[in-house]
């Protein structure tokens, strides 16, 4: 085991970064929300964007906006050096990777470190010390952080590993060692499923991360997953903004965040705060992270992974912190010192995320990619749409099907609860499946409401029938059969030729030069 | 108009008049007075007797999805012809056809022509945004063919597999 890395050093020259320009190596929905965050700072912003992306919602709001190649992410997002050559191209004193691609890339960040160019995140050193899970674990134990029960290292040997799961006990989690996200994980209860899981999540984890080798956990019964949110900077500074729950998880991707964790007590909560401290001061570590724990049924935290970047549900916190987490990343990227120390922070109230995602709900949550016919997000009081579509927008089938993260803040749990319910209720997307009928079922469950709920909730939730009311067949009936007769009445006006459209008319008047009006 | 409505596994005869700018609708037999005014190309404001419903819609090949607060219903709809109804869920008899249920790309096929497989037995993966879907057999039988490699793109609707 290493010594503890000594705390972050300052950047050379006198420590400050300017950052005029800032490239976003990302799309969708993140890459809106640093954009957006850039504005408010006055930083000029450059889009990068794959051929499939060309009037994506990111490029249409960023100031600059360069291809970066072919549809399929492994020829464009994930191409470094497509990123760095448009980053210098563009003159872009930053990059900030979002979350997925390469945003836990230690190459990314080296060669941005490499250029001169300021990579809005940690060092690369320590991307890809805690990139690589088992060596995140080997820290986290080293700092005297409690780490799930399991293997510390990777294990290539299909032999090996179904001796160490024996060991171990069934049934344990097969992990991909280079990254998480649920991408090439999985439950094994038994030595008879084990080589065709191990098939299955190495294809996965080559697939998502270039890197196939797997290690094993003990799968703990019952388990929250509950992360503890971290920010630091150059000069030694570290403050933690609490927990998110996030233990509303569909195939180990998380659909419902949630920040306070109505399972955690104060001490737990300062436990785990000085935990995530302890394990992010001993790597040194700089900007946003955040340390993902299980926290078994009798409340004992156990490590599971560090993640280097911003995380999907961080609006959750800056809902209830009141921090704004993509500025403050791009203020400690600049040198500057944390602006706030721990005893500032406070939790105010609740706020709840459901992520909308184009997957059908009644249909096993199959990808549902296609085009947005028509949009329209809700508003109203403590309502965030952290949407990245928009309408008549083509959802492609190249990326992740996150359409949009809602967000809804209130005094209470209970209101949280009751505004995003509202919000899902007025939330239309018609074109394409989205998950939305989904949170409407979820958000009413007598566990969620409870807040008695673990990680195995929607499979629960998905094996009960649906108690709710569901849409009115009647008037559903009533209002198709009503736009038909219209629909046919339109038709059989315009087919005798007497309707001409308005814009028929102006365009007419604008070729024969006659203006319009005054 | 009269047509004929078929919505959650249910047959609706339907009727509709205008009269004065709003419609009477017979569902049934029963009729219920309904206003409708348009908002925009693809939602309208829908009040049967004083309640109010904001409703979207979706053009289907048969019909329209009909999207309220609470959820979405798909309504086929067919033109009544008398004694003839038409017969929802209809099985056409012969070969099971797997079809991909979104565009994505065949990562595995893990069966071949002439196989015996159990119902429920996976048959192809398709990746598409970033997860694995294994599509498996929707009854037991032999399989016929499979048009697909692996590698390859599909689009939503194309045959997999075609199970005797």
Request: proline share 7%; net charge neutral.
């Amino acid at each position: 085991m290493s010594a503890p890395r000594s705390p972050a050093p300052l950047s050379p020259a006198g420590s400050r970064r300017r950052i005029g320009t800032l490239l976003v190596a990302n799309r969708g929905e993140i890459a809106v929300r640093v954009i957006r965050a850039c504005r408010e700072m006055g930083i000029r912003t450059v889009a990068v964007y794959s051929d499939a992306d060309r009037a994506a919602l990111h490029v249409r709001l960023a100031d600059e906006a360069r291809p970066i190649g072919a549809a399929p992410s492994s020829e464009s997002y994930l191409r470094i050096d497509r990123v760095i050559d448009a980053a210098r191209a563009s003159g872009a004193d930053a990059v900030h990777p979002g979350y997925g691609f390469l945003a836990e890339n230690a190459d990314l960040a080296r060669a941005c470190e490499e250029q001169g160019i300021v990579f809005v995140g940690p060092r690369s050193e320590t991307i890809a010390l805690m990139g690589e899970k088992t060596s995140a674990r080997r820290e986290a134990v080293a700092a005297g952080v409690p780490v799930v029960p399991g293997s510390l290292e990777p294990i290539a040997d299909p032999g090996a590993l179904g001796r160490e799961a024996e060991r171990i006990g069934f049934p344990v989690m097969l992990k991909a060692a280079a990254g998480g996200g649920g991408k090439g994980l999985r439950r094994v209860g038994s030595a008879a499923e084990l080589p065709s899981a191990l098939a299955r999540a190495r294809s996965e984890a080559g697939s998502a991360f270039g890197d196939d080798r797997v290690y094993l956990e003990k799968a703990l019964l019952r388990p929250r997953h509950v992360e503890i949110q971290v920010l630091a900077d150059h000069h030694g500074h570290a403050v933690h903004l609490f927990e998110r729950e996030c233990s509303i998880q569909r195939r180990h991707q998380k659909v419902i965040e949630e920040s306070p964790s109505p399972f955690l007590t104060p001490e737990l909560r300062r436990r785990m705060g000085e935990l995530a401290l302890a394990l992010a001061r001993r790597v040194g570590y700089v900007n946003a992270g955040t340390l993902e724990f299980l926290v078994d049924a009798d409340r004992n935290p156990w490590f599971l992974e560090m993640n280097t970047r911003l995380q999907v549900e961080h609006p959750v916190t800056e809902e209830t912190t009141g921090v704004d987490l993509v500025q403050m990343q791009v203020r400690i990227a600049r040198g500057e010192p944390l602006p706030l120390v721990q005893d500032e922070l406070v939790q105010r109230g609740h706020a709840i995320e459901c992520r909308v995602y184009a997957e059908d709900p009644a249909a096993g949550f199959l990808p549902s990619p296609g085009r947005i016919l028509a949009l329209r997000a809700p508003g109203g009081p403590g309502i965030r749409d952290d949407s990245g579509v928009y309408e008549g927008w083509e959802v492609p089938i190249h990326y992740d099907p996150l359409v949009s993260k809602l967000v809804a803040w209130a005094p209470t749990r209970e209101g949280a609860i009751a505004r995003l319910r509202r919000a899902v209720s007025e939330y239309r997307v018609l074109g394409i499946r989205t998950t939305l009928a989904f949170f409407d079922r979820a958000l009413r469950h007598p566990a969620f409401v409870s807040g008695d709920f673990d990680t195995s909730f929607v499979d629960a939730l998905l094996a009960e029938p649906d108690q709710g009311a569901g849409p009115p067949v009647d008037v559903a009936v009533a209002a198709a059969a009503i736009r038909a007769f219209r629909e046919r009445r339109t038709r059989a006006s315009a087919g005798n030729g007497a309707a001409r459209s308005a814009w028929w008319d102006a365009g007419l008047r604008e070729a024969h030069g006659v203006r319009s009006g005054t | 108009m009269r047509c004929v409505a078929t919505v959650a596994g249910r047959t609706i005869r339907v009727e509709v008049r205008e009269s004065g700018g709003r419609y009477l609708v017979t569902l049934d037999g029963e009729a219920v007075e309904v206003d409708v005014a348009e908002a925009g190309d693809h939602f309208a404001s829908v009040v049967v007797g004083h309640e109010s419903h904001e409703v979207g819609f979706e053009r289907r090949p048969d019909g329209y999805r009909v999207h309220f607060a609470t959820g979405a219903l798909d309504v086929g709809l067919a033109d009544a012809e008398p004694g003839v109804a038409p017969v929802p869920g209809a099985r056409r008899p012969g070969p099971a056809r797997i079809c991909a249920p979104m565009p994505g790309r065949v990562v595995r096929v893990l069966t071949k022509p002439g196989r015996e497989v159990l119902d429920g037995e996976g048959l192809v993966v398709v990746e598409a945004m970033k997860m694995e879907n294994e599509l498996r057999a929707p009854r037991a039988g032999s399989v016929v063919e499979v048009p697909v490699a692996e590698g390859q793109t599909v689009e939503a609707g194309a045959v997999l597999v075609v199970l005797g």
